[in-house]
């Protein structure tokens, strides 16, 4: 069994991509075979090989790919989407996710305490988490949505450790109410807003912004 007819390199690697996630989450880094995820995927192990030199290396390529669907999902329902709105979408699908890809940073995380091979590309992979999840802090604080004086860094940590816990702390071992979890998200949004004053401060700024660059030079 090698490459499948009339797919392309590009479709290979995604099949590829999607049943690692699967096989992964199914039987996690350790009890999982190269050639398990290569007859998941409907190909060869020369196939599997010829796009990923190895296990590792397609354990941390399929959680890049779970990460990049998601955000493009997330985009995609509501481009206009504010910063706040679009943190409060994640956090509140949390608790609930049930996707293989979920697991995959669980079991890099796991695999990184043994092995070289997955340690440097998954702490690779979390810091690319932590520096987009700041850069989206910054954007809100930019627009006015986000107090100033919250730390990006420190802000991104916290959503970090709730992505992560929610993926060990699944629903089938400890659930928690949708609306109650809700709320919960509201009001720590609500904490993140500048005060009212620094709100009012920066839509003046705007607006001066707005009438200096619409002025006659």
């Known amino acids: 069994m090698g490459r499948v007819a009339g797919v392309t390199a590009a479709e290979t690697r995604e099949r590829l991509l999607r049943a690692a996630a699967e096989v992964f989450a199914a039987r996690g880094y350790d009890g999982t075979r190269v050639a398990d995820i290569a007859a998941a995927a409907g190909v060869s192990n020369g196939a599997m ?29 509501d481009p206009d989407r504010s910063i706040t709105e679009l943190l409060l979408v994640i956090g509140r699908g949390l608790p609930r996710r049930r996707d293989p890809g979920r697991h995959l940073i669980v079991e890099a995380l796991v695999a990184a305490r043994r092995d070289r091979e997955v340690a440097g590309p998954a702490r690779a992979y979390v810091g690319e988490r932590a520096d987009w999840l700041a850069e989206l802090v910054r954007a809100g604080q930019a627009d006015g949505e986000l107090d100033s004086a919250v730390s990006p860094d420190a802000l991104a940590h916290l959503c970090l450790l709730l992505a992560m816990g929610s ?6 071992l400890h ?43």
Request: proline fraction near 4%.
């Open 49 to 77: 090989y010829a796009h990923f030199g190895s296990k590792a290396e397609l354990l941390t390529a399929a959680l890049r790919a779970h990460g990049r669907r998601l955000l493009a999902d997330l985009f995609a329902a």
């Open 167 to 172: 993926a060990l702390i699944t629903p089938e």
């Open 175 to 217: 659930g928690v109410d949708d609306a109650e979890w809700t709320a919960l998200l509201t009001r720590l949004a609500t904490a993140l807003a500048p005060a009212a004053e620094t709100a009012a401060e920066t839509a003046a700024e705007k607006a001066d912004t707005a009438v200096s660059r619409g002025a006659p030079q």
